[in-house]
């Protein structure tokens, strides 16, 4: 029963904004070896916790600009932000296609904090990006930083003799 206490932190840590998969895939890791339990399985466990944080954010802050949308004082000031960037983004992807869903991919697929899909999903909305283009780049991106983090996982494991 302890064991699994462990998975479960696992699955949260890796949905939390700092941490995301970069911590939780290592203790899921961590749980794996010691409960004999397959790493691809704990792995795809955290990937789809992960993965679910991108329509979670994206949920969140449709509703929250929504109802911040009624507030004068945010409406005036962030109303005319999002309007500015969206222009500004609108030339952008004329001049540069999917190069922008590309560079999404790679910021998100860094696995250094601050990097993971809450970055990229907040990052999206503001320049007003194609939402389904955007969910495609982050989740590839987490796939990116998930193989980079079980392969060095497993590296340090192995390197170290922790197993």
């Given at each position: 029963?302890?064991?699994?206490?462990?998975?479960?932190?696992?699955?949260?840590?890796?949905?939390?904004?700092?941490?995301?998969?970069?911590?939780?895939?290592?203790?899921?890791?961590?749980?794996?070896?010691?409960?004999?339990v397959p790493i691809l399985l704990v792995f795809s466990i955290i990937l789809l916790a992960n993965l679910l944080v991108i329509f979670l954010v994206f949920l969140f802050l449709d509703y929250a600009h929504k109802h911040l949308m009624?507030?004068?004082?945010?409406?005036?000031?962030?109303?005319?932000?999002?309007?500015?960037?969206?222009?500004?983004?609108?030339?952008?992807?004329?001049?540069?296609?999917?190069?922008?869903?590309?560079?999404?991919?790679?910021?998100?697929?860094?696995?250094?904090?601050?990097?993971?899909?809450?970055?990229?999903?907040?990052?999206?909305?503001?320049?007003?990006?194609?939402?389904?283009?955007?969910?495609?780049?982050?989740?590839?991106?987490?796939?990116?930083?998930?193989?980079?983090?079980?392969?060095?996982?497993?590296?340090?494991?192995?390197?170290?003799?922790?197993?």
């Amino acid at each position: 029963m302890a064991n699994i206490v462990q998975l479960i932190w696992a699955i949260i840590i890796s949905m939390l904004p700092v941490t995301e998969l970069r911590i939780g895939l290592p203790l899921a890791i961590g749980y794996a070896i010691k409960t004999g339990v397959p790493i691809l399985l704990v792995f795809s466990i955290i990937l789809l916790a992960n993965l679910l944080v991108i329509f979670l954010v994206f949920l969140f802050l449709d509703y929250a600009h929504k109802h911040l949308m009624k507030i004068k004082a945010y409406k005036t000031a962030f109303g005319f932000l999002l309007k500015r960037t969206q222009k500004k983004v609108d030339k952008i992807e004329k001049k540069r296609g999917i190069y922008g869903y590309i560079a999404l991919m790679l910021f998100v697929g860094i696995p250094l904090p601050a990097t993971g899909a809450w970055t990229g999903c907040l990052i999206a909305w503001i320049l007003g990006l194609d939402r389904k283009k955007s969910i495609w780049a982050i989740s590839l991106g987490v796939l990116i930083a998930g193989v980079l983090i079980l392969a060095g996982t497993l590296g340090v494991i192995k390197i170290f003799g922790l197993s």
